[in-house]
């Protein structure tokens, strides 16, 4: 069994920055895709970030590439969504999310993921 704990979120201006954290218990090992979904009031879940545990390779969403960043700090269990330059839009709920797939596709997620609990952020202009 895999649980997430996620942390992190809160209110920043414009064009700050914030860090994301997901504490990972249970076996996650090369088999999985790790991913942070988001979710804005009145619309969908989207993915926003995703890495695979097999090689590293890391995926984002259009709205983000270049602003944020998905890593994992395998001594501590944790994975991390750094946050910069920071906008209104980027606005939601935070989802840390792990997958037992080859590969990483959103869609899969909403089938067999295992989920932690959100985290919100807030950017206020």
């Known amino acids: 069994q895999v649980r997430l704990v996620g942390s992190g979120g809160g209110s920043v201006q414009a064009g700050g920055s914030l860090r994301l954290s997901c504490v990972v218990s249970?076996?996650?090992?090369?088999?999985?895709?790790m991913a942070w979904f988001r979710q804005a009031p009145g619309k969908g879940r989207e993915g926003v970030a995703f890495?695979?545990?097999?090689?590293?390779?890391?995926y984002y969403a259009d709205s983000v590439k270049g602003r944020f960043t998905i890593s994992q700090d395998k001594d501590k269990n944790t994975l991390y969504l750094t946050m910069n330059s920071l906008k209104p839009e980027d606005t939601a709920m935070y989802y840390c999310?792990?997958?037992?797939?080859?590969?990483?596709?959103?869609?899969?997620?909403?089938?067999?993921?295992?989920w932690g609990q959100g985290t919100q952020v807030t950017v206020f202009s």
């Open positions: 999310a792990a997958l037992y797939a080859d590969a990483c596709y959103a869609a899969e997620f909403f089938d067999s993921a295992y």
């Open positions: 890495a695979h545990n097999s090689g590293g390779s890391t």
């Open positions: 249970g076996s996650t090992d090369s088999r999985y895709c």
